[in-house]
């Protein structure tokens, strides 16, 4: 049996390196493959040409907010899990992301249990 197949891609946008590094040791202990990228554009160029899982994509990017990227990733990867995660954590944020198409929202700074909690509860 191929080993690989069953590896669950992560793709996490965010222009904070540290955040990055945080959440991609984190998702690898966890068993995960995850990408990073660092701006909308990027991201936008490893979902044509990746598939995901699931995508952890920050709020407010370089070139522009996540909630930009998410009509790309709902249309080009229908099955791909959003879990938007933003320093800005009100419920006005919170709304707009759910009615944007994200699965699931954390707050910055967050904890392990806070990620193992989202992707519980994306089931990815």
Excluded: W
């Excluded at 080993?3 to 990055?20: F, G, Q």
């Excluded at 930009?68 to 320093?87: F, R, W, Y």
């Excluded at 249990?113 to 990815?124: D, G, Y």
Aim: include cysteine.
């Amino acid at each position: 049996m191929n080993t690989m197949s069953s590896v669950k891609r992560v793709l996490i946008i965010d222009d904070e390196s540290d955040i990055c590094l945080l959440l991609s040791g984190l998702l690898r202990r966890l068993g995960y493959q995850p990408t990073c990228a660092h701006f909308i554009e990027e991201g936008r160029q490893f979902l044509t040409t990746q598939q995901f899982d699931a995508v952890f994509l920050d709020l407010n990017l370089p070139d522009g907010i996540g909630f930009d990227l998410l009509p790309h990733i709902k249309e080009g990867q229908s099955e791909a899990k959003v879990v938007m995660i933003s320093a800005f954590d009100g419920q006005a944020e919170r709304r707009r992301a759910t009615e944007q198409g994200a699965d699931y929202f954390i707050g910055k700074p967050f904890t392990r249990r806070s990620i193992e909690q989202a992707l519980q509860t994306i089931q990815v």
